[in-house]
Structures are given as structure tokens and as C-alpha cells.
């Protein structure tokens, strides 16, 4: 069953063209075929649909990618956000409260968890999510992590270098030689990713050469790598990702002028999370560094209990726009393309003919929004309903003759 969505204000097509390569088209509509978008362009040259929704002058974007995310895991750190409010430092040494609280959790209990919190991503508007292992630090907690993340996303990464767990602090060479082994084997077939939290100004996180060690084993196991890296401090994490091709560098706050040259030459993409500065009270990272250096970037929550618990990519373009320098235009691209190049997917972060119908709606005329009322619960992903079905979507119309 073919639809016909009409009454589209501004489209967001990301072809490439035009503002920030967000390839608008005014006065639009596309046609979606069997969850693919199989026709874009102006409204009044649309083909007859099956049905036909009438979005009464909305913009519309893809749904947003967000490729950075850290859902499975059980308890709260309010206390140390306050604290940090009135002037602690983050290191995350907090890390071991969560993974003390999610390893007492029942499969039940993170299963619910993640499902919230996924309800929450996607009714601001997100249809992509990459959801990390690293609060389970044990073969068994790995694992179980990444079983329950597969239940909800393709896009799931094996995180057991996030720290070394207080019971292994005795021998970091024997807990990296756990996460490269036994870990390893029994988390991979869950996982597309691997990460590592390269950052040697935390003394719980991974130096460059361990974090090398974990991301190689990840590699030979059939993982594709990316990185937490400069994130608190300069450090080697943007070379290495660099140098293993991997789809994504993460954070990104202190980076030298070589760090900057090495992702423009690169097809690494630089993954900025501004909720953490906020969330941190934290210098934000310098995009228009990046993107003047050509750079690709990407934009995403980090949704964790510690940095940023936010699911909210609106919230995330708001800041990128107000605290990076970033255009409304650069941050949507970022939030949507940019993030499926971090997730090296081609289907999804565009509505061009062939791309998933992966669509967000606002209650607003255009992309510029987003930014422009910060809070604003605009955004929303498009329900067409089952193939065929009944749509809970209220701006259905009745179909055209
Ligand atoms: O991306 N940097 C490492 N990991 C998370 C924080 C995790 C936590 O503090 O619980 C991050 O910021
Ligand atoms: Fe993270």
C-alpha cells in the first residue's frame, strides 16, 4: 500500500544541495511504498497514492540517527549531577555505581528500563539508536547487556573497555586481557560495534596502547570499531580511531591542530555530544573548527546516567546551535546524515527515493525550529501504521480520487 504524504511546508531531503546540504524543498511531498520512500519532489506534480496524509504545512525531516547511546542500565546518579553542579569535577569514577545497580538488576528490570527510554527517543523524533554494553563489566553482565539491546536495535556495541571495574583495579593487563577473550567471545555475536574509553586523564578509563589492544581483538572478531576519545582531556584516542578506520570518534572536546588534520583526511567521523557539556558543566567542543576543516560531523545524545541522561536529539541541535557555533542547518544535517555516516548506514539519514521511511514531523514550518524554541516538544516520528493497516496517525486523510 502506497501513501501519499502532502502538505509538507519545508522537507529536509539531505541530498546534498543547497543550505548545508539539507537539500529543502518548499511546498513538498513524498510518496512511501512498503516503508521505503519511493518519490520526492512538489507537491502539486505528486502521483496518486493508496492514501494520502496531509501534514497541513509541517516541516519534515528524517528521523533523526541518533548513533551514541548508552541505555541498558539500572539505577540513578542525581546526587552526583548536583554535585557537579556546584563545582565537582567529572572522571567517571561514577561509572561503578551504575554498574553495581545493573548488575543487581533483574533482565525484567533493564529490558523495561530500555524500553522507556527508547518510548522517550522516539516520541522526540529518533528512529535510529546505537545502545552500548559497559555497565555490566563481566562476561555474563556483557552479554546479557547486549542481548537486550538487540532486542530493540541493529546498532549495538560492545562497550567492556568502558572502565576497569573496582574488583580488577589490582591488574589492568588482566581485566583488558578478559574484555580481548572470554568477553569478547561471548559478546560479539551480539554486537556490530566495539568502543573503548580512551582517555588517560581517568584514571578508571583505558590508555591509547590498551585501548589499541581491545579495539584490535574487536576487529579480528568481525567488529567494526569507534571511540570515546578526548573527551576530558588531549589525548591519543582521535589518532587511533584514525589510524583503524573507525566510523566514529566520540566527544572530541580537546583536540590539537594534528587531531583536526588527521579526521579531515580521514573517513572518521567526529561525534559531538554536547548534552555532556551541558550536563558536565563543561566546555563544549569547537564544531566550527571542525567543520571549517571539513570534517564530518555527526550530533548525538549520549543518553547515560552519568554525563547526560537525556534522550533528546531536539535539546542536543538546540545546544549545538547555541553553544557550538553550529547553523540550525549544519545541526540538522549532523543529527541526521552525520549520524548515519558514524553508523556507516546508507538507508537511513536521508529521504531520498530508496531510503527508509524513517520521518520525523514538527509542529512547526521548518528545520530552523528546532533550535529556535528550545524545549519544545515539536518533534515526532510519522506513524503510517502497519503495511496496509490502520494508522494512529491523526493527520491521515481520506484518500484523493
Ligand atoms: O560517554 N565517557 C564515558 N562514558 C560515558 C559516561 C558514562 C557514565 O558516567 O556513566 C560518556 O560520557
Ligand atoms: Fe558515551
Known sequence: MSTLVTGIAELVTNDGEGEGGLGLRREAALVVDAGVVAWVGAAREAPAADRVVDLGGRAVLPAFVDSHAHLVFDGDRAAEFTARMTGQRYDGGGIATTMAATRAASDDTLRNLLAQRMREMRSQGTGTVEVKSGYGLTVEDEARALRLAREVTPETTFLGAHVVPPEARGDRTAYVELVTGPMLAACAPHARWIDVFCEPASPYAFTGDE????????????????????????????QLAVELGAASVDHCTFLSAADVDALAGSGTVATLLPGVEFSTRSPYPDARRLLDAG??????TDCNPGTCYSTSMPLVIALAVREMGMSPAEAVWSA?????????????????????????????????????????????LLDLGAEGGPTSDPTVAAPRS
Not at 217 to 231: E, F, K, T, Y
Not at 295 to 300: C, D, M, S, Y
Open 211 to 238: 585501548a589499541r589492544v581491545v579495539l584490535e581483538a574487536g576487529i579480528a572478531a568481525g567488529l567494526r570499531p569507534r571511540v570515546h576519545g578526548n573527551q576530558l582531556g588531549h589525548g591519543p584516542g582521535v
Open 295 to 300: 570534517v564530518t560531523v555527526a550530533l548525538a
Open 336 to 380: 541526521t546524515a552525520g549520524g548515519a555516516q558514524a553508523l556507516q548506514r546508507s538507508d537511513i539519514g536521508h529521504l531520498t527515493p530508496g531510503a527508509r521511511a524513517d520521518v520525523c514531523v514538527l509542529e512547526a514550518p521548518s528545520h530552523a525550529h528546532l533550535a529556535y524554541r528550545p524545549g519544545v516538544p515539536l518533534a515526532r
